[in-house]
């Protein structure tokens, strides 16, 4: 005997199982997506062409800064030695970010008269900084010389170089 159709069980016989809808795509639904995902990737790549075009370019400066940190010990304590080594590096900045006719025979008071035009606050530690390979500085504030020689290291540009660093 079949159940009748207005019977429980009956209605229950004619119920189907519930159709799953499909699985969503991962893919884009309009070209829209699809651009403006292209775009955000080449903006990545250009930003990152950019980041390693900069870093290439001021790797001088992290170089110079890096060796006058290993400087510091010896400048922080007065060692005269110290003094001509920082003089040394500065000159090495120098002729990386100026054209080398100009410093390359610089030498005394007109080395110490350049790195102030330059940017550089040396003070009364300008001329001992200039003779310093030439003769033994007397006593110095080290601490201060390695301060403005951070500060003209950072200020240096490369010519036709980034102008932020």
Excluded: C
Excluded at 97 to 102: D, G
């Amino acid at each position: 005997m079949e159940p009748k159709g207005d019977s429980l069980i009956g209605l229950l016989n004619q119920l189907h199982d519930v159709a799953e809808p499909p699985p969503v795509p991962m893919w884009p639904a309009t070209w829209a997506w699809a651009i403006l995902a292209a775009l955000l990737l080449a903006l990545l790549v250009a930003g990152t062409i950019a980041f390693l075009r900069h870093r290439r370019a001021t790797a001088w400066r992290r170089a110079a800064l890096s060796e006058l940190d290993a400087l510091a010990p010896a400048l922080e304590a007065g060692e005269p030695g110290a003094l001509a080594a920082l003089q040394t590096l500065l000159r090495r900045v120098a002729l990386v970010t100026a054209p080398r006719p100009e410093v390359a025979s610089l030498t005394g008071a007109g080395w110490s008269d350049w790195l102030e035009e330059t940017g550089g606050d040396f003070g009364a530690l300008g001329p001992a900084l200039g003779l310093a390979p030439y003769r033994p500085a007397g006593p110095y504030d080290g601490a201060a010389a390695l301060a403005a020689a951070r500060a003209w290291i950072r200020r240096q540009r490369l010519p036709g170089g980034p102008r932020h660093a």
